[in-house]
């Protein structure tokens, strides 16, 4: 149980374009989503918080007209890189949570985002 | 603002060894909770451990345990018995409600096992 997916694994794009990363929880239903970055070999950096239903909260720094967060569902969260740029190349990560403020995240695989 | 420190970048143990990797935070709260994460070279984040706060007893999932110290505001990972198979990145990490329940992670500890 507690599985969550992400799709793509691995996009390739290039400069200007946008790109959207989808996030969805398999087995459980979850109220919250969280969207990091990781750069190699760092820790992960939490860009925002999404609730179902409602607007994303950012961390501070993070672009949110550069990151569109969407949490359509209580099983898909989408994160959509627009007019990506180089600089944007990074591991992107999602994770879930279930109902419960106790509960566990659940992470998914990552989608490595590589901008030409 | 509540901080998670990993002071050890790169660790080594033998196999069938047993290692222990350290993680401090600091937090004004008495209600949270911290977990250890593993994450192997393909990068898929795996719990590998989880305490709460109000809880003196350390947990234990089977070669896995903790060393919670509340008022120290410690919390290290003991892996017994070490396999080639735990070789990865460990962070510690840090949540809770009253900061929204999104994780604190700390910088993360490299543990390379050797045969």
């Known amino acids: 149980g507690a599985v969550v997916s992400q799709h793509p694994s691995w996009v390739i794009c290039k400069s200007g374009t946008s790109v959207k990363i989808e996030c969805r929880s398999l087995?459980?239903?979850?109220?919250?989503m969280f969207w990091y970055r990781q750069f190699p070999k760092q820790s992960l950096m939490l860009m925002a918080t999404?609730?179902?239903?409602?607007?994303?909260?950012?961390e501070q720094g993070v672009e949110k007209d550069k990151f569109l967060i969407n949490h359509a569902s209580l099983t898909l969260s989408t994160l959509t890189v627009t007019s990506a740029h180089p600089e944007d190349s990074s591991f992107y990560i999602c994770?879930?949570?279930?109902?419960?403020?106790?509960?566990?995240?659940?992470f998914g695989p990552g989608t490595r985002l590589t901008v030409l | 603002a509540q901080t998670v420190t990993q002071s050890q970048p790169e660790m080594s143990v033998q196999e069938a060894e047993t290692v222990t990797l350290s993680c401090t935070y600091d937090?004004?709260?008495?209600?949270?909770?911290l977990f250890w994460y593993k994450q192997p070279p393909s990068r898929q984040m795996i719990l590998v451990i989880r305490?709460?706060?109000?809880?003196?007893q350390n947990a234990t999932e089977n070669r896995f345990s903790v060393n919670f110290q509340k008022a120290a505001k410690s919390f290290s990972l003991k892996i017994s018995d070490s396999q080639l198979g735990d070789a990865a990145m460990y962070f510690c990490a840090y949540r809770s409600r009253e900061y929204g329940n999104k994780l604190v992670f700390g910088a993360g500890t490299i543990l390379r096992v050797k045969s």
């Open positions: 305490q709460e706060a109000y809880k003196q």
């Open positions: 994770s879930a949570q279930a109902f419960l403020p106790g509960d566990t995240q659940y």
């Open positions: 087995d459980f239903q979850a109220t919250t």
């Open positions: 937090t004004s709260e008495s209600d949270y909770y």
């Open positions: 999404s609730n179902e239903g409602s607007k994303a909260t950012y």
